[in-house]
DNA sequence: CTCACACATGAGAGCGCTTCCATGGCAATA
DNA sequence: TATTGCCATGGAAGCGCTCTCATGTGTGAG
């Protein structure tokens, strides 16, 4: 600020010598506006330096201006994840076509509250909440929920899309039985995220079938876990011959903990991951996983938060196996 | 919204029997309130399901409420960059400190505007340019250049932070000449980044100090251009002995592209990148590059906007050499 | 020359909220 | 009992903008 005022639309019309009304028509370039007063407001505009203010607008408006996209975690590092980039990417593609812009919020798993915050903005067109919980989606008031989807299933009151964790994960867990191994390990996500309850139940299910034992061990989705949950499994179970983990970042820090350790790659023990971020074909070995239609989902989301399509509980995207070198 | 009304403030009084002003105060916990109405207005709160609204919140109170990051671009794809998750984390933090949220909006190369919106937004207590041009920055007025500042150098007119790229390459490419490369090539960036030209500048001085041809590629920071920019080099050049890529995305993508012609590294040819991003460790082999203290920057740029701190033209932070195993 | 009909314009209400200011009520003091 | 002072409260004025509606101006047809 500076003590420097900022023009406002009252400041173009008076050095205009229009209306505000005038002005705000030649602005927004709806209603009809003659010549002359094209003109002068625009030279007022220019010479003020005058910008509309979007929250004013939206307000007087009655419309919002933005599509907002909120992650819960429970730190901030969750947006490192290309996976958000991701989102954001195609959700400000769907946003732009519908001319309204996006934004990105990190919402803590201690302060569940501002999801609400979000939702009642009235200068938002959407929101669209990624890894949701339910305390957190439980804050926001019913006659807020139809502005409101979710990327991530296990939480109800709100439309919501994912990837078809259970399948994804029975493609690559039974593509490790396939390729004879049978000693698999399994790196989990955080404990508060429901779909990776539902990722390990498959592979529970499919250790059952086969007769094999199950090793799971908790994960966070960040590498570094990963690189700590080898040596963790190595440790435990010294003849493991496969690992699985619920997230490349994750295998990828697998990749590393077995290199330390002198595990060679796939030749002692298979890794896979899960997403296919862009990472894992530029990894040595390249990582095996399965590949998400992230662009899909956050479209659908998107469209269905800023179309108010009717209320679908949940829709499942497929996730394919990508068989690279590491399994 | 499903013909659902938004509950407002005035709902919320009269549900409570007050006037507006007091719920206000007991809302926002500003001022005196009797036990009685504290009560009564907390209980309309939850019955109506009332979320105050941030937007005419700002408008009223004069005061911003979010710190806005704008990441230009010609691509959305931008956003995918670790970089800009890391700025964000940060500036999520600062933020968090002082009580307001953030918000991460992309800026088309081509929609230069969209600046001097956010800009202009009173809901905003800040705004952090990322990768600012000038012509970007110069849609922004005057008026409102004080509540700007940038990450990244070359444009003038709000205060930048940026890491300095020029001694950041310079000790780069001094460390491939030190391990004996003379046929050093090098892969830049986008052109319209002005540190990309810092950096270039660099690295021409030292082929030229050493008596050492320059072999310039243009990159674009992705590692796509990066295994292209390796297939390009490799054909003009094949005594190329070294490759330096102002970007880790482009130098994994250098690394890919080498391996897939067979080239060894670091035998044959030795790669460089530039920021350290969390894969260059996990790359193998693991990458060489030159690390930016990206939090150090943010926290910076964040706290400079936020507190108004002074006019401090700009700022470097030094970058320094990360040997590991590809060169 | 008069009438009708566009079109351009300005006054003003209102979006949801905060905040200043004046008022009313009460307990403590004289 | 009369007075002081404070706390709780409501009225009302805005914040910057959009948009409806009524008014004014100019054109062409009759």
Chains 1, 2 share one sequence.
């Not at 420097?4 to 008076?14: E, G, P, S």
């Not at 949950?229 to 435990?236: C, L, P, S």
Request: proline share 5%; glycine share 8%; aromatic share 4%.
């Amino acid at each position: 600020m500076r003590g420097q005022r900022i023009a406002t639309l009252d400041d173009v019309a008076r050095t205009a010598g229009v209306s505000r009304a005038t002005a705000s028509r030649v602005i927004t370039g709806q209603g009809p506006a003659s010549a002359r007063a094209r003109d002068r407001v625009t030279a007022a505009v220019t010479k003020l330096g005058y910008v509309p203010d979007a929250a004013a607008r939206a307000l007087a408006s009655r419309s919002g201006t933005r599509l907002a996209i909120a992650v819960i975690g429970h730190t901030a590092a969750i947006l490192d994840d290309p996976y958000v980039g991701r989102v954001l990417t195609t959700a400000a593609h769907i946003a732009a076509e519908r001319e309204v812009g996006v934004s990105l919020h990190w919402v803590p798993l201690s302060a569940p509250a501002a999801l609400a915050g979000l939702a009642g903005s009235r200068g938002l067109s959407g929101l669209v909440v990624v890894n949701p919980t339910q305390p957190a989606l439980e804050t926001v008031p019913r006659s807020l929920r139809g502005r409101v989807v979710a990327i991530g299933v296990g939480t109800s009151g709100v439309p919501s899309f994912d990837v078809d964790n259970r399948s994804g994960t029975d493609g690559v867990v039974r593509h490790l039985v396939t390729t004879g191994r049978r000693r698999i390990a399994m790196v989990t996500g955080p404990a508060w995220l429901p779909c990776v309850d539902r990722a390990r139940d498959a592979y529970q299910q499919i250790m059952n079938e086969t007769g094999c034992e199950t090793r799971v061990v908790r994960g966070d989705f960040t590498a570094a876990r990963g690189a700590a949950a080898a040596a963790e499994i190595m440790t435990r179970w010294p003849d493991t011959d496969a690992v699985f983990a619920l997230s490349d970042l994750t295998a990828l820090g697998v990749l590393d903990g077995l290199h330390a350790r002198g595990v060679r790659v796939p030749a002692d023990v298979a890794v896979a991951g899960f997403d296919d971020i862009a990472f894992a074909c530029l990894s040595r070995p390249a990582l095996t996983t399965s590949t998400h239609p992230v662009e899909e989902i956050a479209a659908a989301a998107a469209k269905a938060v800023l179309d108010r399509t009717g209320d679908t509980p949940a829709t499942f995207f497929p996730s394919t196996l990508v068989v690279r070198e590491s399994a």
